[in-house]
C-alpha cells in the first residue's frame, strides 16, 4: 500500500498536476482544501454549482459559506467526515460529503469536498445516496446524516434525508 503524503504541499501539488484535469470531467463539484479551511482546488462543477470566482484558491472557506463552519471546518475539527447541505454568501445552494485527509500518523492535511446539486431531484438524489452508503459499508466507513452536519461515527448506518 502506498503511503499518504502528509502535508498540504502534496495537496497542492496534486491541483496543480496533471491528474487535477480528471476532477474537469466529473459532473459533481470537487474541491480540496488546506487543513486550516483554504482553498486548493475546485473543479468547473464546483464553481459553476456556486457561483464562486475562479481565483478562488487560497480563500477561506467561511468567506464564501454560510455553512463553513458546520461543514468544512466541522471536519478539520473532529477529523471526521461531515453531509449536509451547502449555502453560500449569495445563496447559491448543494449538498456536500466533506472527507478529512489524513495521513498515517492521523495528521490532518486538508479536506476533500464533493458536492451535488439539490436540483436533481429526490428520486435521483435517493439512488446517489444509496450508492454513497454501499460504498461506504464496504470500506467499513459510514456517514450520519441530519438535517444539520453531524460529524460521522464509525458503527453508524448512513440515514437518508426526508423529501418535502
Request: net charge positive; aromatic share 8%.
Amino acid at each position: 500500500m502506498r503511503s499518504r503524503p502528509n502535508s498540504s504541499s502534496a495537496l497542492e501539488s496534486l491541483a496543480e498536476s496533471a491528474y487535477a484535469d480528471v476532477f474537469e470531467l466529473l459532473h459533481t463539484g470537487i474541491a480540496v482544501m488546506s487543513a486550516t479551511g483554504a482553498f486548493l482546488y475546485c473543479n468547473q462543477a464546483f464553481l459553476s454549482m456556486f457561483n464562486l470566482p475562479s481565483d478562488i484558491r487560497g480563500k477561506h472557506v467561511t468567506d464564501f459559506f454560510l455553512t463553513a463552519e458546520q461543514g468544512v471546518m466541522t471536519t478539520i475539527r473532529t477529523r471526521k467526515p461531515t453531509f449536509c447541505s451547502s449555502l453560500t454568501t449569495t445563496d447559491a445552494q448543494g449538498i456536500s460529503f466533506r472527507y478529512p485527509l489524513l495521513d498515517d500518523k492521523g495528521k490532518l492535511y486538508g479536506v476533500i469536498i464533493e458536492s451535488i446539486s439539490p436540483s436533481i431531484g429526490p428520486e435521483r438524489m435517493q439512488k446517489f445516496l444509496d450508492t454513497k452508503k454501499r460504498a461506504t459499508i464496504s470500506s467499513k466507513r459510514s456517514v450520519k446524516s441530519r438535517a444539520a452536519c453531524i460529524p460521522s461515527k464509525a458503527s453508524s448506518a448512513a440515514a437518508m434525508p426526508s423529501w418535502p
